[in-house]
């Protein structure tokens, strides 16, 4: 069992910065790939980023690409997301994920969530 916590939203002005991050507890997640989902309201949860248990791969949604930089912490079980130029289509509730294997990109294939933080972006 995988427990995951986010932390570090809150309220930002456009074109700022945020960086969320996300605590692993229960099982070591180095075998983890490690991804963000968003999801804003009335909308569904869409990908942000992913980093492979291998961090070979690093995959963007085209909405945050250059934006956004996802990465692990050297301790491994920690996840950031490096928030940057931040506008008002990024305000939504963030959540960690983790999983072992299958698409990066498909929310359905994890099986550990958090709880989610909450950003917001102002004018």
């Known amino acids: 069992q995988v427990h995951l916590v986010e932390s570090g939203g809150g309220l930002v002005k456009a074109g700022g910065s945020l960086r969320l991050s996300c605590a692993a507890s229960?099982?070591?997640?180095?075998?983890?790939?490690m991804a963000w989902f968003r999801q804003a309201p009335g909308k569904e949860r869409e990908f942000v980023a992913a980093?492979?248990?291998?961090?070979?791969?690093?995959y963007y949604a085209a909405s945050v690409k250059g934006r956004f930089t996802i990465s692990r912490g050297s301790a491994k079980n920690t996840v950031y997301l490096q928030m940057n130029m931040v506008n008002a289509e990024d305000t939504a509730l963030y959540y960690c994920?983790?999983?072992?294997?299958?698409?990066?990109?498909?929310?359905?294939?994890?099986?550990?969530w958090g709880q989610g933080t909450q950003v917001s972006v102002s004018s």
């Open positions: 994920a983790a999983q072992l294997r299958g698409p990066y990109d498909s929310a359905s294939g994890y099986a550990y």
């Open positions: 229960g099982r070591n997640v180095d075998s983890f790939t």
């Open positions: 980093n492979t248990w291998d961090s070979i791969g690093t």
